[in-house]
């Protein structure tokens, strides 16, 4: 092929490439404009649609009310239901525990206090000793409550004596510890005439070896109690109350009695206290686990087996003493000359009446003992 005819065939192909091109690109759409809205766009902004009219903002001006009130109407009190209050069980302590003057004239191994305290100066004499074991809290906090009711004077019997021991071992009850500090058993370290010829830990070297044992001995030497009793927590779910000598006037429900059978742990304090110092002695075991309610009713049995009285006379002996003590309180006017109060625990009182001439505001009435009444 000539040179001239390849140049013309070139033009022609290269015409008509560029022919087609242009019409393809007059083909394509414009490009869209970002601002402009398609057709199916507008419908929507052609909707005519009533919205209604907005509600207006809550005015913050009060309303009034109206001086009659107004009754709801029956409905509407039928659908009000009222709440559900679930029944709390109130558990209140059926005595008022005054302060106790605690007497600090002993001490442990550590040299911590032994607590005492004395009341009443009556012919009577008793002993309260809280547990020897160092971990029973329970039966510290009995005696604490039970010293609380002696310490107030209109509870306290005329014709007891009464020490009470606080904690008999404080290094124990402060480590939370069965023995003392020595590892010795305070239970098993009494003066006995059956004491282990082979002594170990738990025993002590020797009957007494224990600053706590010998602190006991003296103090009960020295008060000459004819009733010790011994606060102690059982291993079972009811309590007892053991004892050889003494059958308590009444029991509750938690606690049965039981005797000791002529037979003593050697080493104890209930063996030395019934063989050596010849008299009497009780154990109170408390329930294990014991609760508040059940620690009421384990105070009631302390006072109870100690008092020898029963449950319905303490009870009734508390309220006297609070009526008493609200007449006490009121104006000395209103008081009547002579009127005679009831008291179970320390026999009649009576108001004297003023003498002649003399108002009864002047005078503050004065009171005579007089013997408890028969029965």
């Not at 008060?223 to 053991?242: A, C, D, K, M």
């Not at 003593?264 to 304090?269: D, H």
């Not at 006072?303 to 309180?329: G, P």
């Amino acid at each position: 092929m000539s040179t001239p005819f390849r140049y013309c065939a070139g033009l022609l192909v290269a015409w008509t490439c560029l022919s087609f091109h242009s019409d393809t690109y007059a083909q394509r759409p414009a490009m869209r404009n970002p601002r402009e809205l398609m057709p199916r766009e507008r419908q929507f902004l052609e909707l005519d649609v009533d919205l209604g009219k907005p509600a207006p903002f809550p005015s913050a001006t009060p309303k009034k009310v109206s001086a009659t009130p107004q009754a709801p109407a029956t409905s509407e009190v039928s659908q009000q239901k009222a709440p559900e209050v679930t029944p709390v069980a109130k558990t209140t302590t059926p005595f008022e525990f005054g302060p106790v003057n605690w007497r600090r004239d002993f001490e442990s191994a550590e040299r911590r206090p032994i607590e005492t305290a004395t009341f009443g100066k009556g012919p009577q004499r008793i002993a309260v000793i809280s547990s020897l074991s160092g971990n029973s809290e329970t039966t510290v906090s009995l005696v604490e409550k039970m010293a609380g009711i002696f310490a107030r004077d209109e509870l306290m019997p005329v014709q007891l004596s009464v020490l009470v021991v606080r904690s008999p071992n404080p290094d124990g009850h402060a480590e939370r510890t069965l023995t003392n500090s020595r590892g010795v058993d305070l239970n098993r370290n009494f003066p006995s005439t059956r004491f282990t010829a082979n002594p170990r830990r738990e025993t002590g070297e020797k009957p007494g070896s224990e600053p706590e044992t010998r602190a006991l001995v003296q103090l009960l030497n020295q008060f000459r109690p004819s009733l010790v009793v011994h606060v102690i927590e059982s291993r079972s779910n009811r309590g007892t109350v053991r004892s050889d000598d003494l059958v308590p006037r009444e029991l509750l429900s938690q606690f049965d009695s039981a005797p000791y059978d002529k037979v003593y742990k050697t080493g104890s304090l209930a063996g030395y206290v019934h063989e050596t110092m010849q008299c009497s002695v009780v154990e109170l075991e408390l329930p294990v686990e014991t609760t508040a309610a059940q620690e009421e009713d384990a105070l009631l049995q302390l006072l109870v087996t100690t008092l020898d009285q029963s449950v319905r006379s303490l009870k009734t002996q508390l309220v006297e003493r609070r009526n008493l003590a609200q007449q006490d309180a009121a104006p000395t006017s209103t008081r009547e000359a002579g009127s005679v109060r009831p008291d179970g625990l320390r026999g009649n009182v009576e108001f004297l009446p003023p003498p002649p001439g003399v108002s009864p505001d002047d005078v503050k009435p004065r009171y005579i003992e007089l013997p408890a009444p028969p029965g």
